[in-house]
């Protein structure tokens, strides 16, 4: 099937995921493999992050999170942190016009605080200059942990119980999912992770317990349209029970 064929294939369905999430992994072997060093991997990256911002634009999904930088990213050697943090910066001064241009609102999940000021203030003025777009939200995972997501949002949550403003039977789900980074978007329909390997690394581990998971051993400097169209697509085929089976879903068609 072509590209352009896949494209209308998934579009006709009309069951696209409202939010897809992204493990961008395999940017350092796809370096290695050509004898070339990881920040080459890390620069061959961001086009695929452009084209997948603009394909998902175009199709109509409403919100791509991407893994951005994690908090355990920072343990990396120096070198590499660095040359991370003047690549995001480069990034985002050269591609937030484009995006502002095509009604793409960027925001931020993660501790944006921890990265080097110059980085956060160029962060800060594309999230500014975007905020009222209408179209895709692009959603970087920035300094992201889930693990540390959590704790935040237990510690916020214990202080209203502490003041009086809750009382701990009063605490839901809802009430957890408010106080954690993604409150104002819905939770991923899919999720994908490139590069092959099967974990979760610590991304949005509240969020995906219903999320369908789809893996490819494309390294993620090599992931374009056609691949995230396959995602998609295969992603359209999969009955969602939500612990139901289907049976009772086929009753309320």
Known sequence: MTESDLRKTVTTRGDLPA???IIMDGNGRWAKQRSLSRVAGHREG???VREI???CGEIG????TLYTFSTENWARPRVEVSALMRLLLRTIRSEVRDLNKNNVRLTTIGNIEDLPADARKGIEEGIELTKNNTGLNLNLALSYGSRQEILQAVRKITKLTQSGELAPDEITEATITA???TASMPDPDLLIRTGGEYRVSNFLLWQIAYTEIYVTPTFWPDF???ELLEAISDYQTRER???KVSEQLQKKR
């Open 179 to 181: 106080h954690l980074f």
């Open 241 to 243: 029970r939500f612990g």
């Open 224 to 226: 374009r349209e056609k």
């Open 19 to 21: 939010h897809i999430a």
């Open 46 to 48: 961001i086009n695929s």
């Open 53 to 55: 911002t603009r394909v």
């Open 61 to 64: 999904i409403d919100h791509l």
